[in-house]
């Protein structure tokens, strides 16, 4: 088991702090609300149907990475951290649906009917409770238990938005 006091190991980041590099775009928030609406409404109905939901970041991963490849003919060349912030927001808004899904059937079963304004003020302050939630617990979760928790869904994330600096800018000489 981990060390609890000791401080974290040195982590070197993918892009350093003196590289600017954009990240909280227009075109990234618009693309992560975009897939966050796709998979989201795809999560919702087979959560209904099947009764359990799939977990969105990989596939939104890729298909962030697809999206930023594709324009790029348009468009200027996306930094990994603009595919990223576009895959959080596509996973999380996903996330946020599949919460939704699960809490508004108990509601109707135990005879309450919210209004549409209750059900997204619901799903507003559910999220809103894990950004709250996830600030305070970032430094414990993901910085100091790094190698005891492996999150294997966000390794694969990661691993999809790395592989793209190369692979895909690859793909874009030899094909483009």
């Known amino acids: 088991m981990a060390d609890q006091t000791s401080e974290p190991e040195s982590f070197e980041p993918l892009t350093p702090d003196s590289e600017f590099s954009p990240e909280f775009t227009l075109r990234a928030a618009l693309a992560g609300i975009f897939f966050g609406v796709i ?15 799939i977990s969105t970041s990989i596939p939104v991963a890729v298909m962030s990475v697809a999206f930023f490849t594709a ?32 809490t ?10 919210p209004s549409l304004l209750q059900m997204t003020a619901l799903g507003m302050l559910g999220g809103l409770l894990g950004v709250l939630l996830m600030i305070p617990l970032r430094r414990l ?20 938005l790395k592989a793209s600096t190369v692979a895909f800018d690859h793909f874009y000489l030899v094909f483009w």
Do not use: D
């Open 71 to 102: 324009i790029r003919r348009i468009s200027r060349p996306a930094h990994i951290l603009e595919a990223n912030m576009s895959q959080t927001i596509g996973s999380a808004s996903s996330s946020v649906a599949s919460g939704t899904l699960f």
């Open 104 to 113: 508004l059937p108990a509601l109707f079963l135990w005879g309450m009917n």
């Open 39 to 53: 998979f989201g409404a795809a999560n919702t109905y087979l959560g209904l149907r099947v009764g359990l939901t």
């Open 141 to 160: 979760l993901i910085v100091r238990e790094r190698k005891t928790l492996p999150y294997p869904e966000g390794t694969a994330c990661s691993e999809v």
